[in-house]
């Protein structure tokens, strides 16, 4: 049984299950004050009933006292029992009218014995037999006689009765127009909660996978600093989930371009790959001069597609960095990596002039001599291919607010304003009709940010007509050795 009631208590609403608790309350509530109440006008009618009794033995000891009567001294109902005391004990005089005793006085009678003894007025609450209950007090007139009354308690009993019911009649009709009022408040104050469950409702009903956006928000107002509160916090919430969705749907389409482009690029070589080998089934293929160019061809191709899964591979590990870091780090002379590179571009690069600007002497950092290296020679490279024979390039090292600076610039045309923000971008091209063969498979400057930033640097870029610079920021390692 107890537990359906907790079944069906679970199962209630919220607004319900406040209401019920609320009128638990006020029961409680309602009985404690009730019983402090009662209790006190119990209290307060038999201490009046006691003022009474004593101001009534007044007067009547009086009247014993000197006329040795009670007559004309009597209240109605009231039972009066006189004791004559020798040596100790108590003697009952014979009553005036045989009705002021009840048929039973033994605790008249123990009641004035022990009064002998205090020597005080005595009040006793007694059960008379077929009488009811009564307030008994006992005082000494004179010396040797002894008055005992008796009031009924009736009529207290039923003052207390009637304020009974009426605090439960009134405490009742109280604690029902409590509950059910209550349970339509709370339903009102609640209401913006149960607004905010349908509209959660609701986003469980989008199909997400059709939009990067939540159509819906709880836009209502209402329901105290609270409600307003957990619309805020549910709004921000569905803001964030937005978010959320639109990085994701950007990071798919990123992903669904960068697959595209990747099978672009490898099948270019992939079917000159095919088409050579191909070639090798006629017998025109055979001669000796034939076979050896159709084979440089097929390792040229070979090589552009390892070259191309080799910065596939890298961009893969530098995604993946937080699990496997494709960095060897080791202290390396900064300044010497870049004389390096500055070397190897003019053995390679001999129509662009190459200059170096003076810098420090040395410039120890913790870093991959390797990897920064390869940035150096794709930035170098890449001047050399976007710009005509004959652009001046230079390269300088810097310090600035704790990082190393390399500068990388040319006096070439510059780049577009609206191809700035997606030079960094994996498989783009500033010059769209480039060949392959000369242009390069779009992930040089993919991947040289990729390796500056495992490193916790970056790269950025201004140019314009005349003058195209890429900087090359890496923080000092603690410790760093610099030489002027």
């Known amino acids: 049984m107890i537990r359906r009631l907790r079944r069906a208590y679970r199962g ?17 509530v309602f009985a404690v004050v009730g019983t402090a109440l009662t209790t006190y006008m119990r209290d ?42 020798a040596d100790g004990k108590p003697t009952l005089r014979r009553p ?60 207290i009993e039923d003052t207390v009765g009637q304020l009974i019911t009426i605090q439960a009649v009134t405490f009742g009709l109280a604690l029902l127009a409590l509950v059910v009022l209550g349970r339509g408040m709370l339903r009102r104050g609640l209401k913006p909660l149960s607004d905010m469950a349908h509209t959660a409702r609701d986003i469980t009903s989008h199909d997400l996978t059709d939009s990067d956006r939540l159509p819906v928000r709880h836009d209502a107002r209402g329901g105290g600093p609270e409600v307003e509160e957990l619309r805020t916090a549910f709004n921000t919430m569905l803001e964030h989930i937005d978010d959320s969705l639109a990085v994701r749907a950007e990071a798919e389409q990123r992903l669904r371009r960068f697959v595209a482009d990747a099978s672009h690029e490898l099948r270019t070589p992939l079917m000159s790959v095919r088409g050579y080998a191909d070639l090798f089934q006629y017998a025109a ?71 170096v600007a003076p810098g420090p002497s040395a410039l120890s950092l913790r870093l991959d001599p390797q990897r920064v290296r390869q940035v150096l020679d794709n930035l170098l490279t890449n001047a050399a291919m976007h710009t005509p024979p004959g652009t001046p390039v230079s390269v300088a090292v810097s310090l600035a607010n704790d990082t190393a600076q390399v500068r990388i610039a040319d006096a070439g045309p510059g780049i577009p304003p609206a191809d700035r923000e997606r030079v960094f971008d994996r498989f783009y091209r500033v010059d769209k009709a480039r060949s392959r063969d000369r242009g390069g498979s779009g992930l040089g400057l993919a991947v040289a940010q990729s390796l500056i930033r495992a490193h916790g640097g970056r790269i950025d870029l201004t140019s314009e007509p ?19």
């Open 12 to 28: 209630m609403r919220l607004g319900t299950r406040l209401a019920l608790g609320l009128g638990v309350l006020s029961l409680v």
């Open 285 to 355: 293929a055979n001669a000796p001069e034939e076979r050896d160019r159709h084979l440089a061809r097929l390792r040229a191709e070979a090589a552009r597609m390892g070259f191309l899964l080799d910065d596939l591979l890298l961009l893969a590990r530098l995604d993946a960095a937080e699990v496997e870091t494709p960095l060897r780090l080791a202290e390396a002379d900064l300044v010497e990596l870049v004389e390096q590179a500055a070397d190897a571009f003019r053995v390679t690069h001999g129509d662009h002039p190459l200059t």
């Open 96 to 155: 005036e009218d045989p009705g002021d005793l009840p048929e039973d006085v033994d605790d008249f009678t123990s009641l004035a014995l022990a009064q002998t003894t205090a020597h005080t007025e005595l009040l006793r609450t007694e059960q008379l037999r077929g009488q009811g209950e009564y307030r008994l007090r006992a005082c000494e007139v004179e010396p040797g006689v002894v008055l005992v009354s008796a009031a009924p308690m009736a009529d």
């Open 44 to 85: 307060y009618l038999s201490a009046q009933l006691d003022t009474t009794l004593a101001q009534g033995q007044v007067a009547q000891s009086k009247s014993i006292a000197d006329y040795g009567t009670l007559s004309g001294k009597k209240y109605y109902s009231w039972y009066y029992a006189v004791y004559d005391v």
């Open 466 to 484: 005349g003058a195209t610079v890429f900087t090359v920021t890496v923080p000092l390692a603690v410790g760093a050795l610099t030489n002027p």
